[in-house]
């Protein structure tokens, strides 16, 4: 909330509700982060927004999450009881294994410390929602890899990976903003109902 609403504020100009938040310990929220606390506030999430939802009578119901809340939304959409109503699932510069990031980033021993009881089911076999995973070749805080891992492993049977070859880590929207904004809008149209 404190900084990547950035990257979707612009949407509320295409007719489009934004809601947001920040994972305990992050951002304006208060607490210490932790495995099983942020997996809570992801699900709990998912449920206030599903609930502003039906209240708000929208047409589309759309998941966009980027770096660490990508990894974190899907574990707690793993316990969402109402995945089949999400329209779209944007997993933006994420990753699907938190102990393979720490592996990358840190040692092979301190990655065996974080603890895989609240990292989702390897094979992903819940994500079948339409799926939308953007990642650049050159991003500096979660390789490439990751994301095309990401890719490859969701068995949705509507998904697209989009490739940048930007220098940034969750930028899409702002490298070349006509562009990637565009397309996004596209997309929705195209498979979805309209705007």
């Not at 305990?24 to 997996?39: I, K, M, W």
């Not at 959409?77 to 102990?99: A, G, M, N, W, Y």
């Amino acid at each position: 909330m404190t900084s990547h609403f950035q990257t979707l504020a612009w949407m509320t100009d295409q007719r489009s509700d934004l809601l947001v938040f920040d994972y305990r310990g992050y951002g304006l929220s208060q607490g210490t982060p932790y495995p099983r606390g942020v997996v809570e506030d992801g699900l709990k999430f998912l449920r206030v927004a599903y609930a502003q939802f039906l209240v708000g009578h929208y047409k589309r119901f759309i998941i966009y999450t980027q770096s660490l809340g990508g990894a974190i939304a899907i574990r707690s959409l793993q316990d969402f009881e109402f995945r089949d109503k999400i329209s779209l699932l944007v997993l933006d510069s994420s990753f699907r294994d938190p102990q393979e990031i720490a592996k990358l980033k840190t040692n092979w021993l301190l990655s065996r410390l974080i603890s895989a009881e609240y990292t989702a089911d390897k094979n992903l076999k819940f994500i079948t929602m339409p799926t939308l995973v953007i990642h650049s070749k050159n991003d500096p805080v979660i390789p490439y890899g990751c994301g095309k891992e990401l890719f490859d492993v969701i068995p949705a049977k509507n998904k697209w990976f989009w490739t940048l070859e930007s220098k940034g880590h969750g930028d899409v929207f702002f490298i070349d903003k006509s562009k990637y904004r565009q397309d996004f809008l596209k997309l929705l149209r195209q498979n979805f109902v309209s705007l």
